[in-house]
């Protein structure tokens, strides 16, 4: 690494270091290019700190209470009393180290790299800058700033203490009540979490539905769970108004108000093109919402992107996957150029909602002649043994023409875990036949697969 003036010049400059960006810094820097990190936040990003790794501990907690519960007519009687301290504490110790990322920036460096905290700045398709030090990349810069939690211009919201996904991960203590904006895989998980442990939620969506981006059946399954579960499912409902007194107070369209000590805003993720200087690569930062890659994770010429900024998904294991592509592409190496055909994603409620591939709408909307195959939980040998919890459904969505399965969902407990071989069809393009031919170990959830192979029509 040389400097010249306020300019150093290295091999890679990596623009936000969350999981994409980590493994692409520190997988350049371990093949021995010279790498310099920049991240104004904690390397490693928003999974191990405020994401997937904490609130996973949460719902682990909550599906035990919610286990216990089921004790009585199954296996005995039960008295359940919900204790967040241990839950809060374990987020701490285990998940993030009470938010220092002290081991993840060691370990960078320990594999070569430079690691610059600040929040850097695109000048150039070559040069970053950071708190007035420019770094210019004579081979590459790679672009993975990641995502920042939506919060729509509701009249009233702001400068009220309302929460996002942060300050709900943060919580040592739980509130006594709680309105839920957003009804995704991330409102939705929350929303079970906090019900498991005495919260009064209320969970409000502007679709019609729970989880909109996946089958009608799955997001109407879920609230009727969390009906079942006392949560107050509202859907379709637009947040007009917020007020704060002590407690919130969320005005719906249509004049409903509801009254809570707390606020969830759940409502999706944003890019922030305009605050990485994305203009200097040719993007219009007023219009885009994501950066236009290619099958390589190439940008521009000397430019790659990966993760939640490239629009192709918000989930940790697709910066991954990505972050090994464009590794490859930068050090010349053969690789297979991206596909997001078949593209896992899990709802981790309970019961579990994975999906891959398109739904049956997307597929109707591509021209594909779709056939559905689908299987309920309960009727299946397994749900039928697991009784009570069992809720859920295995549905898959086949191209007749191509005889091969183009989406699956997989709704109930283990879903996601059921997902793998559906995940896998879809990706390798397996004839339905072939899948009809298999041996599926009885009694399992994924047998239910057979069951819905068995009804594709």
């Known amino acids: 690494m040389s400097g010249l003036g306020e300019v150093t010049t290295v091999d890679v400059v990596v623009l936000g270091m969350g999981p994409g960006g980590e493994d692409v810094a520190g997988s350049l820097a371990s093949a021995g290019l010279s790498v310099v990190g920049i991240d104004a936040g904690l390397v490693g990003g928003e999974c191990p700190y405020w994401g997937c790794i904490p609130s996973k501990m949460m719902i682990r907690a909550a599906h035990l209470l919610a286990e216990a519960r089921r004790i009585p007519g199954m296996a005995g009687t039960s008295t359940v009393t919900p204790d967040w301290a241990p839950v809060a504490a374990r987020i701490r110790a285990e998940a993030t180290d009470n938010w220092d990322d002290t081991v993840a920036v060691d370990r960078f460096v320990g594999k070569g790299g430079t690691f610059v905290r600040g929040r850097g700045r695109l000048v150039a398709h070559d040069v970053v800058e950071v708190d007035g030090r420019r770094y210019q990349a004579t081979r590459a810069v790679v672009v993975a700033t990641g ?3 939506a919060v729509p211009p509701i009249p009233g919201l702001a400068g009220t203490p309302y929460w996002t996904n942060r300050q709900a991960i943060e919580a040592a203590v739980l509130p006594g009540s709680i309105i839920v904006l957003g009804g995704g895989a991330i409102g939705a998980e929350l929303t079970q979490v906090y019900a498991r442990f005495g919260v009064d939620v209320t969970v409000v969506e502007a679709a019609e539905r729970l989880l909109p981006m996946e089958e009608p059946e799955a997001g109407d399954l879920l609230a ?8 107050d499912v509202i859907t379709g409902a637009e947040a007009t108004g917020v007020s704060y007194d002590g407690k919130f107070r969320v005005v719906l369209a249509g ?41 390589h994770l190439r940008l521009t010429d000397g430019v790659w992107a990966v993760g939640d900024v490239t629009g192709r998904g918000a989930f940790t294991h697709v910066a991954m996957y990505q972050s090994k592509i464009a590794t490859a592409d930068i050090l010349g190496e053969p690789h297979t150029p991206a596909d997001y055909t078949a593209l896992p994603r899990v709802a981790f409620t309970d019961p579990e909602v994975g999906a891959v591939g398109l739904t049956a709408g997307a597929a109707r909307d591509a021209g594909i002649d779709v056939a559905i195959g689908r299987a309920d939980v309960p009727s299946t040998a397994r749900g039928w043994l697991h009784k009570t919890g069992n809720e859920g459904f295995i549905q898959l969505v086949a191209d007749r023409d191509r005889g091969v399965l183009v989406g699956a969902t997989s709704m109930g407990p283990n879903g996601g875990e059921v997902l793998g071989l559906l995940t896998l069809a879809v990706h390798a393009r397996t004839p339905i036949e072939e899948l009809r031919s298999m041996i599926y170990a009885y009694p399992t959830f994924h047998r239910g697969i057979e069951d819905a192979l068995r009804g594709l029509a």
């Open 255 to 295: 004049g409903r108000e509801l009254v809570a000590e707390q606020l969830l805003v759940a409502t999706g993720r944003r890019v922030d093109l305009a605050g990485i200087g994305a203009e200097v690569l040719g993007i219009d930062v007023t219009t885009a919402r994501a950066l236009p890659v290619d099958e």
């Open 147 to 149: 995502t920042t939690a």
């Open 224 to 231: 009727d769970v969390f009906r079942n579960e006392g949560i």
